[in-house]
Every structure is written in structure tokens, then in C-alpha cells.
């Protein structure tokens, strides 16, 4: 094993370690502060609404300020990807060379290091900041980050159809670029790298190199994983700087060193602190949502004598993201006082993102309706949204109230179909019944067609498929 090799060794299993048991975060950091800047625009800042996402930035920014990027550096499980897709295209190089091949790489860390690209990335967030964030556009498409967010969660498989959207595209790009290009979307496109290079300035820990006792082999440049040119630099700290190290290990007289020792250690250290320390405060928090917001909704109690809802206990279900979520809501003097997620198929990550703002939003509101989705959790929002709304129907003595919806979802599709069919768009056709399958959003849908008089006369949904707004309401004794 190389000298290099055996110093990278622990950012080896840190890196690995992170990709087990926190391969998300570095999404949900992005998401977090999106939250807090759309709250900002909307005039709606509560600390009920933001403050899942608080300490879910406290998990990364106090430490990138003390100590800089060793998140990127280590934790980050995006980075780590892209890292290794460098390391096995740097094998595959190797092997190339012997046999005689040209080097399909060109050189790519120095092709990549002085294009004057590295602006992008202020872009991208600047674009999120000022459009997506802002509300003036409705983005509702998945990035590259919840793609991959989707892949790296241990123990569930979404299949291929996310890399059929744009955001697989985005990652299959980013995946080639980082072949060619180490840390290619860190670079380059990473929004909250942008944050992080800005913020990062002034860390203590540095790394100091004297250029008098520099030679002419600007190694350290050669080998710096975020291209950053320290042939000029007497020390370099913060920035685009992730503390990885490797212009340490390459450099062939020990002149670049950490200013101080154990910086590394001492680096790692304090993010892993910030981090655990956010995950308890998030953990705490989720479990106190109901308790803390159920105190103020008994106090709207006094002023609603003319409540809707019934007293007793209700569960609703609703559509998320990997399938049903079933939410239990206490109903005390006819006031939403509880919410409970009884059951979910979600990544628990994004549930307790969108629980820690919707269940404040309903029980403040005392209404499922009109409440807006967390960035970041969007489908696991519609979920809990869907159930509750679901459950307080119940709770409101409608009983009725699916059975008539059902009802009247299906006199509409009626109405639609024989649109369809008068509109005589199918003529000249072979009298039979034939049967269609495609590939709905859940599944595979399997419709029935039959043709009378060479004429559609009728189409009909097969009961093997899956209907599209499908949930159960029971009330709980």
C-alpha cells in the first residue's frame, strides 16, 4: 500500500460510514434552507414551520464556519460517489496506457482546474433563490440530489423509473463528469457548496504552505481534488478548500501542513458533533409536535364553541411518496389536539421533514386545507395532507363524504368516456374486445376495449389495475 494510500484511509471509512447512515443530508440541507427562504417570501416565518429545518441546518453550518468543509470533504455521500467514480476512472485510464491506448482523460484535472466555471454554481443557487424559492416558479420536477437521495437509502429500491426524468438525466451527466473531472458537481453546480464556499472564509483550521521552501513540482496543484491553484498561496482555508487532505499527502518535501495538529481529527470531530446534536434536537422535536402545537390548539378551542368536529380519535390514509401513509388525529372538545403517523412506507428522513411543518400548519389552521407542502418532502407533504384531510372528514360526521366523492369521480370519468366515445375519433375497427397494458406513475394499468360495428362502444379499467386516488378511512375505538 502507497504512503497516500494509508493516509486516506480513515476518510475512506468515514466516507463510507456516512453513506450507510446519513446518505441524505446533504440533500435535505438544501431543502432545509429552501424552506426558511420560502417562509421568508411568503411572510410566514414561524418557528412552528421552520424549525425542522433550523436543525437540520445546524447539522452543517456552524461546523463549515469553525472548522470549513469537512462535510463536503468526508460526510457528504454525493461527494463520496463522485469520488469514487474519479478513483475507477483513473484505473480504467491506467489501463488504457498499457495497452497502448490513447489517454482518454487528456489530463482532465488540469483541463478542469482554470476554466473559469466555478461561477456556475453561484448561479444555480442564485436561480433557487430568486425563482424556485421565491414562488414565482413551480418546480415540481426531482434534481439530481433527490434521484440519487431516492438510490442511496438503504433497503429501498425505486427501480428505474426515476432515472427516466430529468433529474436521472442530470445525475447520469454528473456521474460522466465526474469520471472525467474530479468532484466534477462540486465544482461546478453544487447550490449548497456555493453556501458553504461563502461561508467558510474565515475557519480556523488552515492549511499553511510557505512558498519559499517551494520547489517547481506544484504537485499540491496537480493533486487538489477541488482544483484549486495553491502554486501562489502561502496557506489556504475555507472557500472551495474541502480539507481533504490530498495536497498534504502528495507533497514530496512536507512542506504543505495543517497549521495545526490533529486539524484533521479536530475537523472531523466537530462536524459529527453538529451533526449528531442536530439529529437528536430533530428527533425530540418530531416527537413533540403534537404536544407543543395540541397546547395552542386548545386555546382556538375556547373561541370555536361551534367546532365541526366530533370528539374521538380518527385515522385517515393518503398517497406518499413510496406508498400508503395512515395518520391518527385527536379530536378533543372539537379541536384538532393530536397527530400521529401510525403507518408509512416513506424514508423517514423526508416524513419527519414534512410532519415537523404540516402537522404545525393543520393544528394551527385546525384544517387540513390550504396548507402548503414542505420543499424537499413534497409527496410525502401530499401524503400526510391527503390522510389528514381523509381523517377529519370523519371527524367532521361526514361519513358519506368518500362514498360521494367516489361517486362523483366516477359520474365524471362516465361523462368523459362517452365524450370520448361520441367524439367517433375510431372508425373501420375489427368487432371484438381487446385488452392494452402501459406503465402508469405506481404500476402497470390494464384497460379493456370493445368495439361494436367496427365503432368503440365502450373502455373499461380492469379491476388489476391500481386506481389512481385510492384510501381508507376507519374511525378508531
Known amino acids: ?28 440541507q438544501f431543502s432545509a434552507v429552501g ?18 429545518s433550523v436543525w437540520m441546518v445546524l447539522a452543517t453550518v456552524p461546523a463549515v464556519i469553525i472548522v470549513g468543509r ?14 469514487f467514480l474519479w478513483f475507477a476512472g483513473n484505473k480504467l485510464k491506467k489501463r488504457f496506457r498499457k495497452a497502448g491506448a490513447k489517454n482518454l482523460h487528456s489530463n482532465s484535472k488540469k483541463s478542469g482546474r482554470n476554466v473559469p466555471t466555478g461561477w456556475i454554481k453561484y448561479g444555480v443557487l442564485l436561480f433557487w433563490a430568486v425563482f424556485v424559492w421565491s414562488g414565482m416558479i413551480k418546480w415540481n420536477i426531482a434534481g439530481p440530489w433527490q434521484v440519487f437521495g431516492q438510490y442511496s437509502s438503504i433497503g429501498h429500491w425505486p427501480g428505474v423509473k426515476p432515472m427516466f426524468s430529468i433529474g436521472g438525466a442530470l445525475i447520469l451527466v454528473i456521474f460522466v463528469g465526474s469520471v472525467l473531472i ?25 492549511i499553511v504552505k510557505p512558498r519559499s521552501k517551494c520547489g517547481s513540482c506544484r504537485l499540491c496543484t496537480a493533486k487538489c481534488t477541488m482544483g484549486i491553484d495553491l502554486t501562489e498561496k502561502e496557506q489556504t482555508a475555507g472557500g472551495e478548500c474541502i480539507g481533504c487532505g490530498v495536497c498534504i499527502n502528495g507533497c514530496l518535501k512536507n512542506n504543505a501542513h495543517w497549521k495545526y495538529r490533529y486539524s484533521v481529527w479536530i475537523g472531523v470531530g466537530v462536524t459529527c458533533l453538529t451533526i449528531a446534536a442536530s439529529q437528536f434536537l430533530i428527533r425530540s422535536e418530531s416527537g413533540s409536535v403534537g ?35 395512515t395518520v391518527s388525529v385527536k379530536v378533543e372538545q372539537g379541536t384538532i389536539t393530536g397527530l400521529t403517523i401510525e403507518n408509512a412506507e416513506d424514508d423517514q428522513t423526508y416524513l419527519d421533514r414534512a410532519k415537523s411543518g404540516i402537522f404545525s400548519e393543520i393544528m394551527k389552521k385546525q384544517s387540513a386545507e390550504e396548507i402548503d ?13 391527503e390522510a389528514t384531510q381523509n381523517a377529519l372528514k370523519e371527524a367532521a360526521g361526514d361519513e358519506n363524504t ?11 370519468t362516465t361523462e368523459e368516456k362517452q365524450a370520448f366515445l361520441d367524439a367517433g375519433r375510431f372508425h373501420d375497427l375489427k368487432d371484438g374486445i381487446c385488452t392494452g397494458t402501459a406503465d402508469a406513475f405506481r404500476g402497470d394499468v390494464e384497460v ?16 388489476t389495475a391500481t386506481p389512481r386516488n385510492t384510501f381508507s378511512v376507519q374511525r378508531l375505538t
Open 448 to 463: 379493456q376495449v370493445t368495439v361494436e360495428n367496427q365503432k368503440v362502444t365502450d373502455i373499461s379499467i380492469l379491476p
Open 373 to 385: 407542502t414542505v420543499s424537499g418532502a413534497t409527496y410525502s407533504s401530499k401524503g400526510l395532507i
Open 70 to 83: 469537512f462535510f463536503c470533504g468526508y460526510f457528504c455521500s454525493f461527494g463520496a460517489v463522485q469520488d
Open 402 to 412: 368518500v362514498q360521494e366523492n367516489t361517486a362523483s369521480e366516477s359520474t365524471d
Open 1 to 28: 500500500m502507497k504512503k497516500q494510500d494509508k493516509r486516506n484511509w480513515p476518510k475512506a471509512v468515514i466516507q463510507i460510514l456516512s453513506f450507510l447512515l446519513i446518505p441524505g443530508l446533504f440533500e435535505a
Open 35 to 52: 424552506t426558511i427562504i420560502s417562509a421568508v417570501y411568503q411572510g410566514t416565518v414561524s418557528w412552528e414551520r421552520i424549525r425542522y
Open 291 to 325: 404536544k407543543t402545537a395540541g397546547d395552542a390548539a386548545i386555546d382556538t378551542a375556547e373561541q370555536n364553541l361551534d367546532s365541526r368536529f366530533q370528539d374521538g380519535t380518527y385515522s385517515g390514509s393518503g398517497e406518499g411518496y413510496r406508498g400508503t401513509v
Open 182 to 206: 474530479q468532484r466534477f458537481f462540486c465544482r461546478y453546480l453544487c447550490p449548497i457548496g456555493a453556501i458553504y464556499s461563502m461561508i467558510s472564509r474565515c475557519t480556523l483550521l488552515k
